[in-house]
């Protein structure tokens, strides 16, 4: 894999999270990033581990945001 399909690769990347919402942005990009750098390095497979990378970042920035919203809402005693 060249440098070319790595940067188109990761453009696509960042224009489909740009318009997917802030939140799963940010992790679907720091994911991606560092997917992409271990699938290089594990055997040049760069794109296949940012998209990985994507989707895990995303799944622990939604479960982060989760665990925020429940802790600020108070118990309910019944």
Do not use: F
Not at 51 to 72: F, N, S, T, W, Y
């Amino acid at each position: 894999m060249n440098a070319r399909s790595i940067k188109v690769a990761l453009a696509a990347v960042a224009l489909s999270s740009a318009a997917a919402g802030t939140a799963n942005a940010a992790g679907c990009m720091k994911g991606a990033v560092v997917g992409g750098v271990a699938g290089h390095y594990a055997g040049h497979h760069a794109v296949v581990g940012a998209v990985g990378g994507c989707l895990m970042g995303r799944h622990l920035a939604k479960k982060q945001a989760e665990e925020r919203v429940a802790q600020r809402q108070p118990m309910r005693m019944e």
